[in-house]
C-alpha cells in the first residue's frame, strides 16, 4: 500500500478555506459542472489581490469574473470591518456590526468564489480625507498588514478599487486604501520592509498594479469618454456561461445583495458589461495587452509542474460529467505528482484543490455533528461523524482525530457505495473561548490590537473545534479536516445547522450596553445569570471600578441544574451626587475559574448563527438632567437604541405600529420620534405622514432623525419643504455654535453650553439638511477641519400648536455611548412646547 505523508498544519491558505466553513457553505457533493470548472482552476496559476476599504466596497463583478472565468485565485483585502457604518436591518452597531459585515463579505464570497482578508484597521467612521484617516489609524501597521496580504496571497496583479487623487472628494478610507496598496507593491518584495514577517511568509513581488477606474472618477459619462485610455485594459464582465447556464453579472449580483445591513441589494443583470482598469506599475514597465500578459500562469512557472500541466489538461478533456468518479485515478497521480515538489506556495494551494476535487468527484461526504451549539472548556462532547462514499472506488476510513487532543481513532472501515457509516466518539472541548480573535484586546478608535503575526488578515476565528478524518482512497491516504457543527431537525424549518461556539459555563449580562443615571437617584438594574452548562454553581461578583458608586448586593450565590435555566438578581446602583462616569465590572467564579462574559446572538437568515463571547464590563453614566413627564411614541426605522436610552433616563418610550396609527392612538401621546432612516424604510410613512403633521398642528412635538436622500418613501418628511443633502460633520469635536441660544430647546430644562458638545463619538452627525423652508430655525452651525460651517444639522419649526424637529445628529450613537450633551439636548427637543401643555 502507497502512503503519501501529507503533515496536517494549518497553513495560510487553510485558515482561509476553514474560516470559509458555515451552515450556508455545506453541501453534500458538488454537480459535475461544479467539479469541472474546479478542474479547469487545478490547470490555471494566478493570483490577484483586490484592495479597498469597506465591506461592500468591492467590484463583485470583477471578483466574480476573475474566480470564475479567469480561474484566478481572487482575494479581496478590505482594510476594515466596516464597525462604522449604519445597519439597515438591525440594532447593532460598532463591533457587533462590523462582525455582521464581515460575515456578510464571506457569504458574498462563497457566491462569487473568492476569497476575503482584512488589515487591523478599525472603521472610526466617515472621514473627509486620507490625512484624516492616517491620523487615526496607525499608518505604519496597516501598511504592514497590506504587505503581509501581499506575502501570503502572492498575487500577480493587484487592483486597487479606488484612486490615489485627493483632489476630487472621496471617503478618506477609500483614498488610503490605494495610498497604502500603491506603496506595499514596493515593499513586499523587499526583505528590509516589516523583516519579522519573514519568520512566517516569504518576499513577493507583484508584476503589476491597476486602478480599477469608471466615469465615476472623471465626474461625467461625457468625460471618460474623452479621456486617454491608452494606458487602460477593456474588460467585458458580463460573459455568459453555457456550462452554468448564467452570465457573470448573475453571480455578482447574488453576490453584492449579501450586503444587506448596508441597502445594497442588486439586479442580476445580463449583456454586455465593460470595465476598466488603469495600469499604474508594471515590473517590466510596458503597457500589457491583457490582464496577466507577459506572465506564465500555467504549470510551467512551478519547476518540475510541465509535466504536471500535460495530465491536467488530460483531466480536463476526459471528464465524464455522468462518471466523475472516473477521474479520481488521474486526479491521485497528479496528487502524488505535486507531493513530490519541493515546498511552495503553489505546491500547498494545489494539493489542496487537488484533496477537494478527489472528495468531490467520490460524492464523499463527511460531517461530524453534535446537538449543542454552546460548549463549555473541558467538558467532552459527544460527536457524531457520518461518513459516505458515493462511488465505486475503494475507499476506507482509516482513522479520525480530535484536532487539540492527543487521540487517534483508528477505524480501518470499508465504505461500500453509498452506504452509510456511524462513529460516536468524545471531543474534549478546547479550553478557549469563542471571541472574535480581533476583539480579545480593547481596540484603539483606529486600529484593532492583533498581536499574533499568524492572525492578522484572517477573516473569522477558526471553527472551534475540527477534527482530522484520515481517508484511504485506492490505497492514498488523505486528511480531510472537518468542522464540529450542530445539527437538529426542525419540524418547519427542516435542518438547522449552526457552527459550535465555546462559551464559558454561566454567563452575566444587564440590560444594556450602557447604562445611564441621574445624578444621585438609585435604580433597580436586573442581572441576569444564564447557565451554558449542566450542573454548575458559583457566586457571582459585582463591583464598580471609581469611588462614590455604590451596588447592593455585590455577591450572590447562584447554582443551576440544567443549561439554559437563567435568573434574573435585581441589584440597585447608586450614582454618586456629579457627574461621573465608571464600569461596573461583574465576574462570576466557578470552581475556582473566572468569567466575565455575556454572549451576543447575531440570528439573520443571510448570515451563519453566531453566538459571541463578549466582555460584560458595562459603561456607567451619571448624568445632571432634567426631563419632562411627555409620553413618547417612538416609530422604528432601520433600527435603533434611542428609545431604551431614553427610558434609562425617566422617560416612558412606547414603540408602535406606524401601519396602526391612527389620530385616536395620537391622542395618548405628546411627543413622537422617528427612528433613523424612517422616511427610508417605513412604508406606512408615505401615507401616515400627513396624519402626524395634522397631530403636530394640534400641539404634537415630532423628530425625525436622519435619512439618507435616495430613496425615500415619500418627499414630504416635513410639513414644509426641506431637502437633505449628504452633508456630515465626521470630527466629533468639531466646534460647534449656538445660534439661538435663548431657543427653548437651548434653555429648558436644561441650559445648553458649549461643553454639552464635549466628548461625542465618531462624529457629529449626518445627512444634514442644505435646503429649507423660512419657517425653520437652524439652532446649531458646525463643521470639519477646512470646511464652510452648516447649518442644517438641527432644524426646528413651529407648526400651528405644535413643533416639527429634523435632527441629522447622531443620537443614535451618542445616547448608547453614555454621553451627557446629547441626553440634555435631546431632553430639551422633546419638552419643545412643554411649558405651553402644563
Not at 490615489?164 to 471617503?171: C, E, G, I
Not at 445594497?264 to 495600469?279: K, V
Not at 458638545?757 to 439638511?769: C, K, T
Not at 448608547?816 to 401643555?837: D, F, H, M, Q
Request: with cysteine; net charge negative; glycine share 6%.
Amino acid at each position: 500500500m502507497m502512503k503519501l505523508n501529507i503533515p496536517y498544519s494549518i497553513s495560510w491558505l487553510l485558515i482561509i478555506l476553514l474560516s470559509f466553513l458555515s451552515p450556508g457553505a455545506i453541501k453534500a457533493q458538488q454537480s459535475s459542472d461544479e467539479i469541472y470548472k474546479d478542474i479547469k482552476k487545478l490547470g490555471v496559476l494566478a493570483n490577484v489581490l483586490y484592495v479597498a476599504a469597506h465591506p461592500d466596497d468591492e467590484n463583485s463583478r470583477m471578483i466574480s469574473y476573475l474566480s470564475n472565468h479567469v480561474y484566478a485565485n481572487t482575494t479581496y483585502l478590505s482594510m476594515t470591518r466596516g464597525d462604522g457604518g449604519q445597519n439597515l436591518i438591525g440594532h447593532e452597531f460598532r463591533e457587533m456590526l462590523g462582525l455582521i459585515r464581515s460575515n456578510e463579505l464571506l457569504q458574498a464570497r462563497r457566491i462569487d468564489g473568492g476569497n476575503q482578508l482584512f488589515t487591523r484597521a478599525n472603521d472610526f467612521g466617515y472621514s473627509k480625507t486620507p490625512a484624516e484617516t492616517f491620523s487615526i489609524w496607525n499608518r505604519d501597521q496597516v501598511l504592514s498588514d497590506v504587505v503581509w496580504a501581499i506575502r501570503n496571497t502572492k498575487p500577480d496583479v493587484i487592483i486597487n478599487r479606488f484612486s490615489t487623487d485627493t483632489s476630487r472628494p472621496n471617503h478618506g478610507h477609500h483614498t488610503a486604501s490605494a495610498i497604502l496598496s500603491t506603496e506595499a507593491f514596493d515593499l513586499a518584495g523587499d526583505k528590509k520592509a516589516y523583516p519579522e514577517q519573514l519568520n512566517y511568509t516569504q518576499t513577493w513581488q507583484p508584476h503589476r498594479q491597476f486602478f480599477n477606474t469608471s466615469w465615476w472618477f472623471y465626474g461625467s459619462q461625457e468625460a471618460f469618454n474623452a479621456a486617454d485610455k491608452s494606458r487602460m485594459l477593456s474588460v467585458d464582465l458580463g460573459v455568459f456561461d453555457p456550462l452554468t447556464g448564467e452570465s457573470n453579472n448573475e453571480i455578482a449580483g447574488r453576490s453584492r445583495s449579501m450586503h444587506k445591513s448596508q441597502g445594497f441589494g442588486a439586479a442580476e443583470t445580463r449583456g454586455e458589461s465593460i470595465d476598466y482598469l488603469d495600469l499604474l506599475k508594471d515590473v517590466d514597465n510596458k503597457i500589457p495587452t491583457s490582464l496577466f500578459d507577459g506572465i506564465d500562469i500555467t504549470w510551467n512557472r512551478v519547476p518540475g509542474g510541465k509535466s504536471i500541466g500535460t495530465k491536467v489538461a488530460q483531466l480536463d478533456s476526459s471528464f465524464d460529467f455522468k462518471s466523475p468518479q472516473s477521474s479520481v485515478p488521474l486526479l491521485l497521480d497528479i496528487y502524488q505528482s505535486i507531493q513530490k515538489l519541493p515546498a511552495s506556495f503553489w505546491r500547498t494551494v494545489k494539493l489542496k484543490e487537488c484533496e477537494n476535487l478527489v472528495k468531490n468527484c467520490l460524492g464523499l461526504f463527511i460531517e461530524a455533528r453534535t446537538t449543542i451549539v454552546n460548549v463549555t472548556p473541558g467538558t467532552s462532547l459527544p460527536v457524531t461523524l457520518e461518513i459516505i462514499n458515493r462511488s465505486d472506488m475503494n475507499v476506507s476510513l482509516a482513522d479520525l482525530s480530535p484536532k487539540g487532543m492527543d487521540t487517534t481513532l483508528t477505524y480501518m472501515i470499508q465504505l461500500s457505495n453509498n452506504a452509510v457509516n456511524i462513529k460516536e466518539f468524545k471531543f474534549t472541548v478546547p479550553d478557549h473561548l469563542s471571541i472574535p480573535y480581533w476583539l480579545e484586546e480593547l481596540p484603539t478608535p483606529g486600529m484593532y490590537v492583533v498581536k499574533d503575526q499568524k492572525l492578522i488578515g484572517k477573516p473569522a476565528n477558526d471553527p472551534a473545534m475540527i477534527v482530522d478524518v484520515h481517508v484511504q482512497i485506492e490505497g492514498y491516504n488523505i486528511a480531510f479536516p472537518v468542522p464540529v457543527i450542530f445539527k437538529t431537525v426542525d419540524q418547519t424549518q427542516g435542518e438547522i445547522i449552526k457552527p459550535v461556539y465555546i462559551t464559558p459555563p454561566v454567563t452575566v449580562e444587564v440590560e444594556s450596553e450602557a447604562l445611564v443615571f441621574n445624578e444621585s437617584q438609585p435604580r433597580v438594574i436586573p442581572v441576569v445569570l444564564k447557565s451554558i452548562a449542566d450542573t454548575v454553581s458559583g457566586t457571582l461578583f459585582l463591583k464598580i471600578d471609581q469611588p462614590g458608586w455604590k451596588i447592593d448586593p455585590e455577591k450572590i450565590d447562584f447554582t443551576f441544574l440544567h443549561s439554559g435555566e437563567s435568573t434574573s438578581f435585581p441589584c440597585t446602583i447608586t450614582p454618586p451626587a456629579n457627574e461621573s462616569r465608571a464600569m461596573l465590572m461583574p465576574s462570576i467564579d466557578v470552581n475556582g475559574h473566572l468569567f466575565h462574559h455575556k454572549i451576543s446572538v447575531i440570528d439573520y437568515d443571510h448570515l451563519p448563527y453566531m453566538s459571541i463571547v463578549r466582555e460584560s464590563a458595562t459603561p456607567l453614566q451619571s448624568l445632571d438632567i432634567k426631563i419632562t413627564n411627555r409620553p413618547i411614541a417612538y416609530i422604528d426605522g432601520a433600527g435603533d437604541d434611542v428609545a431604551a436610552s431614553l427610558r434609562q433616563i425617566g422617560y416612558q418610550v412606547d414603540v408602535i405600529d406606524p401601519a396602526l396609527l391612527s389620530p385616536e392612538k395620537l391622542s395618548h401621546y405628546q411627543v413622537v420620534i422617528l427612528g433613523v432612516r424612517a422616511f427610508n424604510t417605513v412604508d406606512a410613512l408615505s401615507h401616515k405622514n400627513t396624519m402626524l403633521f395634522d397631530w403636530v398642528k394640534q400641539g404634537g412635538t415630532m423628530i425625525t432623525q436622519y435619512n439618507v436622500n435616495r430613496p425615500l418613501v415619500t418627499q414630504d418628511i416635513a410639513p414644509y419643504p426641506l431637502t437633505i443633502s449628504r452633508d456630515r460633520v465626521t470630527e466629533e469635536n468639531s466646534p460647534v455654535n449656538i445660534l439661538q441660544p435663548d431657543h427653548p430647546a437651548m434653555k429648558f430644562p436644561n441650559k445648553i453650553t458649549a461643553t454639552d458638545f464635549d466628548g461625542w463619538v465618531q462624529e457629529r452627525g449626518l445627512y444634514f439638511s442644505n435646503a429649507w423652508d423660512d419657517h425653520f430655525i437652524p439652532l446649531l452651525e458646525m463643521h470639519d477641519t477646512n470646511e464652510n460651517p452648516i447649518k442644517g444639522g438641527l432644524l426646528v419649526a413651529p407648526y400651528g400648536e405644535g413643533y416639527y424637529v429634523y435632527s441629522g445628529l447622531s443620537w443614535f450613537r451618542h445616547l448608547p455611548a453614555g454621553n451627557p450633551g446629547p441626553y440634555r439636548l435631546l431632553s430639551n427637543i422633546i419638552s419643545l412646547g412643554y411649558t405651553s401643555k402644563s
